[in-house]
């Protein structure tokens, strides 16, 4: 009687054929972090929740914005400024209270891989990053996880099950994408509709579902490309490659000794750049990107050719990064850090957009 | 003549989702014969799936049925 009070709201997929209470069950002990609590990660938690998965841990370090709003459809104009998981772990438990949260409210870095990674049974991909995601298929590959990619540009999607099946059969990331070494944009930067990431960040609860049930899929060591505008699709089958492109750990490179770590600028910090000698200032916008910047000295080299164009930076000097919302000055950074072995490089952490905001509010404080 | 899909960038790079090219014997000859007529995907990254399979050697199947060049997505 106490199991058939307790799953009645499970009822609706418990009659499906395929499905039934023992693939409730498995969902039940089932343990699924999600990485990316964003335009992916909210309607993929959302149908975790709905459908029962007894164990969710939530990493993102980011707060709500207003313009997460339009296709993250958890989070409300009062949460704007809060923590994106705190607010998640607010809805899980109003809207499924049974379900064990956990709330990680920070990044996924290499130092914290592992230990975040290591006591789920599937891994879902959620972040908006390339880099993230080869760390997180890198940490799956080594701690024998299931991995879920899925990712967006524009009105497509690309979402894979890898990682699974017998030892021969394992597919990742790097069997899909062997190398970086061009940039790849952000729905930040390329724009995207809600409806999209609804569709992709469903999938990849689908595909955890199907899982963790034991149902079949077709997606097992597979991309799917999904087009939204045709309704079109293709499934890929990947191949393991033998030789794989080792990621670079800085800390490794050949010039260790002179290795300095990166650095994030805040306004007041890029202002004080402005003022010194012997930087380069580096805009990674595209060309004729808006607004044009006509104030300081600078050099374009949009983040696209930074590889073709790397010989007319000196190392030597100290350079300094910057674009419109900071995402891709971040990555040339990490290239010209981790690449290339650059000493002494910076960038202006989020951007123009915050850099005009904070003169905006200075100059409101003087008046 | 051999026609290729293209996906996410490089189809507006390319001006449109599927392209045509004379045919070749290998992916290094496809992949020249296609940065001729389209330069701007030569900067690009992607991978190529010759009948849905991802090809990683320098080979080609002799029945190609389906081509098509994937860049990585990352947005979420």
Same mark, same amino acid.
């Given at each position: 009687? &106490?199991?058939?009070?307790?799953?009645?709201? /499970?009822?609706?997929?418990?009659?499906?054929?395929?499905?039934?209470?023992?693939?409730?069950?498995?969902?039940?002990?089932?343990?699924?972090?999600?990485?990316?609590?964003?335009?992916? @990660?909210?309607?993929?938690?959302?149908?975790?929740?709905?459908?029962?998965?007894?164990?969710?841990?939530?990493?993102?370090?980011?707060?709500?914005?207003?313009?997460?709003?339009?296709?993250?459809?958890? /989070?409300?104009?009062?949460?704007?400024?809060?923590?994106?998981?705190?607010?998640?772990?607010?809805?899980?438990?109003?809207?499924?209270?049974?379900?064990?949260?956990?709330?990680?409210?920070?990044?996924?870095?290499?130092?914290?891989?592992?230990?975040?990674?290591? @006591?789920?049974?599937?891994?879902?991909?959620?972040?908006?990053?390339?880099?993230?995601?080869?760390?997180?298929?890198?940490?799956?590959?080594?701690?024998?996880?299931?991995?879920?990619?899925?990712?967006?540009?524009?009105?497509?999607?690309?979402?894979?099950?890898?990682?699974?099946?017998?030892?021969?059969?394992?597919?990742? $990331?790097?069997?899909?994408?062997?190398?970086?070494?061009?940039?790849?944009?952000?729905?930040?930067?390329?724009?995207?509709?809600?409806?999209?990431?609804?569709?992709?960040?469903?999938?990849?609860?689908?595909?955890?579902?199907?899982?963790?049930?034991?149902?079949?899929?077709?997606?097992?060591?597979? $991309?799917?490309?999904?087009?939204?505008?045709?309704?079109?699709?293709?499934?890929?089958?990947?191949?393991?490659?033998?030789?794989?492109?080792?990621?670079?750990?800085?800390?490794?490179?050949?010039?260790?000794?002179?290795?300095?770590?990166?650095?994030?600028?805040?306004?007041?910090?890029?202002?004080?750049?402005?003022?010194?000698?012997?930087?380069?200032?580096?805009?990674?916008?595209? &060309?004729?990107?808006?607004?044009?910047?006509?104030?300081?000295?600078?050099?374009?080299?949009?983040?696209?050719?930074?590889?073709?164009?790397?010989?007319?930076?000196?190392?030597?000097?100290?350079?300094?990064?910057?674009?419109?919302?900071?995402?891709?000055?971040?990555?040339?950074?990490?290239? $010209?850090?981790?690449?290339?072995?650059?000493?002494?490089?910076?960038?202006?952490?989020? @951007?123009?957009?915050?850099?005009?905001?904070?003169?905006?509010?200075?100059?409101?404080?003087?008046? | 003549?051999?026609?290729?899909?293209?996906?996410?960038?490089? #189809?507006?790079?390319?001006?449109?989702?599927?392209?045509?090219?004379?045919?070749?014997? =290998?992916?290094?000859?496809?992949?020249?014969?296609?940065?001729?007529?389209?330069? #701007?995907? #030569? =900067?690009?990254?992607?991978?190529?799936?010759? =009948? =849905?399979?991802?090809?990683?050697?320098?080979?080609?199947?002799?029945?190609?049925?389906?081509?098509?060049?994937?860049?990585?997505?990352?947005?979420?």
């Amino acid at each position: 009687m &106490e199991d058939q009070n307790k799953y009645h709201r /499970y009822q609706r997929q418990i009659i499906l054929p395929g499905f039934g209470m023992e693939a409730q069950k498995l969902l039940e002990q089932s343990k699924v972090l999600v990485i990316g609590a964003g335009g992916l @990660g909210c309607p993929c938690i959302q149908f975790l929740v709905g459908a029962g998965v007894g164990h969710i841990g939530i990493v993102d370090g980011d707060d709500v914005a207003e313009n997460n709003l339009h296709r993250q459809m958890i /989070y409300t104009p009062e949460d704007i400024g809060r923590k994106k998981t705190d607010c998640i772990e607010d809805y899980i438990l109003k809207q499924n209270p049974d379900i064990h949260i956990v709330n990680a409210p920070y990044f996924l870095k290499e130092s914290n891989a592992t230990s975040l990674i290591e @006591g789920y049974d599937v891994v879902i991909d959620c972040t908006d990053q390339i880099k993230v995601r080869y760390l997180i298929n890198d940490t799956c590959i080594q701690l024998n996880k299931p991995y879920i990619f899925g990712a967006i540009y524009r009105y497509e999607i690309q979402i894979a099950l890898l990682n699974v099946g017998a030892a021969h059969e394992k597919t990742e $990331l790097r069997d899909i994408f062997p190398q970086k070494s061009n940039p790849v944009s952000s729905c930040e930067e390329s724009g995207i509709l809600g409806a999209v990431c609804g569709i992709a960040g469903s999938m990849q609860a689908l595909e955890a579902i199907k899982f963790l049930a034991k149902m079949p899929t077709s997606l097992n060591n597979a $991309l799917l490309i999904y087009n939204t505008l045709q309704h079109t699709r293709e499934i890929i089958q990947i191949k393991k490659t033998p030789m794989k492109v080792v990621k670079q750990d800085p800390m490794n490179a050949p010039n260790k000794s002179n290795y300095k770590p990166p650095v994030e600028l805040d306004a007041e910090g890029f202002l004080a750049k402005l003022k010194k000698d012997h930087v380069q200032l580096v805009d990674v916008r595209n &060309e004729g990107e808006q607004p044009i910047i006509d104030s300081f000295q600078h050099i374009c080299i949009p983040l696209s050719e930074l590889h073709s164009r790397i010989k007319s930076l000196d190392p030597e000097k100290e350079i300094v990064l910057f674009c419109h919302a900071g995402i891709r000055s971040l990555e040339a950074m990490e290239i $010209l850090s981790d690449e290339y072995h650059f000493p002494n490089v910076s960038h202006l952490r989020g @951007g123009l957009v915050k850099l005009y905001h904070a003169l905006q509010q200075k100059q409101n404080a003087i008046k | 003549m051999m026609r290729i899909h293209l996906f996410g960038v490089l #189809a507006e790079l390319a001006g449109a989702a599927c392209i045509e090219i004379r045919p070749c014997r =290998n992916i290094e000859g496809l992949k020249k014969e296609v940065f001729q007529h389209y330069p #701007a995907l #030569a =900067n690009q990254d992607f991978s190529i799936a010759v =009948n =849905n399979i991802l090809v990683t050697e320098d080979s080609m199947p002799e029945d190609i049925l389906s081509l098509a060049f994937l860049p990585p997505f990352s947005g979420g």
